[in-house]
């Protein structure tokens, strides 16, 4: 498995997520991205999603597919930082099946940190910055 992944949680593939093809979805990719991230985001970053002043707003994201996944595929996703800004951060995230080592999916998240209420860019401080700094690797 790939090392260049500070963070790694391992997530099980549900029945309902084969498409009509037999295989794991596309946007399911999409949702395991947004999961491990805001996972992160809640546990080490102290991220109040319900009542918090900050909250994070994708602006892009992204998936390369390299091969397909299917229930009941147990899948390893890796979360790094390839950049983190004032206010924004680049999540890159690694999708691999459990024991494989090339990536099923590979693909990028974009958050910028706005206050709740303005929907105004902030700069990201303290406990968030900090758990973020943990997930920067050099690209």
């Keep these: ?13 549900r029945w309902k997520d084969n498409d009509v093809y037999g295989h794991v979805n596309n946007v399911v990719h ?3 991205m947004d999961t491990v991230i805001n996972a992160w985001l809640i ?4 991220l109040d999603m319900h009542t918090g002043e900050v909250i994070g707003l994708c602006v ?24 983190l800004g004032r206010s924004s951060v680049r999540y890159e995230i690694g999708i691999f099946r459990e024991g494989g080592g090339e990536p099923a999916a590979e693909g990028h998240f974009v958050h910028v940190f706005v206050d709740r209420e303005s929907r ?9 910055r900090e758990s973020l700094e943990a997930l920067r690797v050099n690209s």
């Design 60 to 83: 892009e994201s992204h998936c390369n597919y390299h091969g397909s996944v299917a229930f009941p595929d147990v899948l390893s996703v890796g979360l790094r930082v390839g950049h």
């Design 43 to 46: 546990e080490r970053g102290g």
């Design 30 to 32: 999409y949702a395991l």
């Design 1 to 13: 498995m790939n090392g260049d992944y500070p963070h790694w949680q391992r997530v099980p593939t």
């Design 120 to 128: 105004r860019p902030v700069e990201v401080t303290g406990k968030l």
